[in-house]
Every structure is written in C-alpha cells, then in structure tokens.
C-alpha cells in the first residue's frame, strides 16, 4: 500500500523550516508519493521548486503539486493534486503529460474522476479529522475502492497504524495523510 504525503504549512514557517520539515519526514517515515500543499504561499513556486529537489534526493516516487498544473508543469513535478471543483481540468493535466489525482467525497465523484482520466483519487474524510465533517467510514470506502474502478488514496483522520491497517483491509491503493507523518 503507498503512502502519501501531503504537507502543512502549520508545520513550518520559513523556508529553512521547510526543508528541515521536510528531510525529518523523508528520513524518518517511508513515503512513496509527496503534494506540496501550501493554500496561502506568496512564494508558492518558490516553495515548490525547493519540495521538488529535496523529494528527489529521497527518490520519492511520486512527487505532487497541489491545484496548480502550471507550477507542477513548470518546477518538473511528476503530477498535480487538483481538489473537487477542478473535475473540468482533468483532461488538461493528462494532456501535459501529469499524474493527476483530485479529491473525491463520494462514489459518484470517484467514477467521474476515472472516466475524464485521473489516475487516482483521494476520498475523504474517512476518519474522524478536524474540521473536515462527518467522517465516510470504512464501509463507504470499501465501496468507492470496490466500484469505482480507479486507485484510491483513504484520506482523513489517518493518524497511525491501526488507521492505515483499516485502510489496507479496504482495499486501498494507498493513504494520504498529514498528521501521520509529524508524529
């Protein structure tokens, strides 16, 4: 099963922060895919530039950019990571050549996502997660990963093993997580 990083910029303040951040993960935790994630960055490109270099000196798999095509296009991420109201922009990241995997809430908008050509989604909140709503639970996932018939990371709530050997017994593709990674 991969697991997938997605970084937080509550974690770090400061660009030095961010790579020491960012090196304690990848030295501490196996990670097979890795978004740069940073909604409120002025100097996002910036950011992404110095994500994309450390995350192939630790030959991360799959290295993500969150919502922007452009920048994950231009700082030569593998894909993007577009959020639930880019299902439009699918087809766009495939053209550009990009891994693309977009949040989905629902079996519906994982099926969507297969059929304009994601490679994988993100269905969330399966567990409980600050702020996110109801949690899915398991059996809502075993639906989306049993119909939907694409890769799917569990996302939400996943903050140890025991979240992740549920996550497994689903049938995952893998888990993406935050707080699993700073503890």
Do not use: W
Request: glycine fraction near 6%.
């Amino acid at each position: 099963m991969k697991s997938y990083l997605i970084t937080d910029p509550k974690y770090y303040k400061d660009i030095e922060s961010f790579e020491k951040y960012l090196i304690k993960i990848y030295s501490s935790k196996r990670v097979d895919f890795a978004c740069f994630r940073d909604k409120k960055n002025v100097f996002f490109e910036k950011y992404a530039k110095i994500f994309v270099r450390i995350s192939k000196h630790f030959s991360i798999e799959k290295i993500i950019i969150n919502k922007n095509i452009e920048t994950a296009q231009l700082v030569k991420a593998h894909g993007v990571h577009l959020t639930s109201s880019q299902f439009s922009q699918i087809p766009y990241s495939k053209s550009l050549g990009l891994f693309t995997i977009i949040s989905t809430h629902s079996l519906e908008e994982a099926v969507l996502a297969k059929n304009l050509g994601a490679d994988a989604v993100t269905y969330s909140p399966v567990f409980y997660s600050p702020g996110k709503g109801e949690p899915k639970g398991e059996e809502k996932l075993k639906e989306v990963v049993t119909k939907s018939g694409i890769k799917c990371f569990a996302l939400g709530g996943i903050v140890s093993e025991k979240e992740i050997k549920i996550c497994k017994n689903c049938g995952c593709y893998g888990f993406a997580s935050i707080r699993y990674f700073v503890k």
